[in-house]
Each structure stands twice: as structure tokens, then as C-alpha cells.
Nanobody
Framework: QVQLVESGGGSVQAGGSLTLSCVVS????????MAWVRQAPGKEREGVAA???????SYADSVRGRFKISQDKSKHTLYLQMDRLEPEDTAMYYC????????????????????WGQGTQVTVSS
């Protein structure tokens, strides 16, 4: 049973920072695309940042330069460092694992991704 367990969400003021973590269990981790996908109330899920098995990364335009995705394969953990947070970043953030690339340029239907975490809430106040 594949499990993705996120942590690190919380409430922060605009301009602050948070780091999200996602521990991945029982998955062919090294061959997967991993990503952070967020969903704000009333909106579709959108890819925020993704990292492929070769280490190449991609970011949504709205977060490029402020967020950084990384992974520690020895710990089976995916990270998202979020700096200079804005109220528009408020959303539920999901860790996602997929054998195919996860887009950071268009909405991500839940059916497009093999495995999802339960989500961690990020709230940014102005």
C-alpha cells in the first residue's frame, strides 16, 4: 500500500516561510515524478512544483523564484520550501506521485495522478 504523508503546513503572515515535507512509502520512488499540488476553496487543483526522476524541476509561474522543490531519496522524502508567502498561496497542499509527468501549467485532475497524500493546510494572512 503506497502512502504519502505530508506535514509542515500551518498559518503564517505574508512574507513568511514554511517548509512542507512528504514521506513516501512502498513505491518505486526513483522512477516517479513527484509534485506538490494545491487546491484553494472553489478552485481546481493546480501543480505548484514538480521534480522528475532525473532531478529536473518545474514550477508554476505564480511561485517561481519563491518556492523550491527538493527530495532526499535516502529518506524517501519530498520537500517544498516556500518563501515570501502571499495570501494567494492559501490552499490545501497535496503531495503527489505519478509514473508520468505532473503539469505545473494547467489544472491537475485527481484522476491524472496515481497517488495522493491527505493534504496539509497552508494559510497566509495579510
Amino acid at each position: 500500500q503506497v502512502q504519502l504523508v505530508e506535514s509542515g503546513g500551518g498559518s503564517v503572515q505574508a512574507g513568511g516561510s514554511l517548509t512542507l515535507s512528504c514521506v513516501v512509502s512502498e513505491y518505486t520512488y526513483t522512477s516517479a515524478c513527484m509534485a506538490w499540488v494545491r487546491q484553494a476553496p472553489g478552485k481546481e487543483r493546480e501543480g505548484v512544483a514538480a521534480i522528475d526522476s532525473d532531478g529536473s524541476t518545474s514550477y508554476a509561474d505564480s511561485v517561481r523564484g519563491r518556492f523550491k522543490i527538493s527530495q532526499d531519496k535516502s529518506k524517501h522524502t519530498l520537500y517544498l520550501q516556500m518563501d515570501r508567502l502571499e495570501p494567494e498561496d492559501t490552499a490545501m497542499y497535496y503531495c503527489a506521485a505519478n509514473r508520468y509527468p505532473i503539469s505545473t501549467e494547467r489544472p491537475v485532475p485527481t484522476s491524472d495522478v496515481e497517488f495522493w497524500g491527505q493534504g496539509t493546510q497552508v494559510t497566509v494572512s495579510s
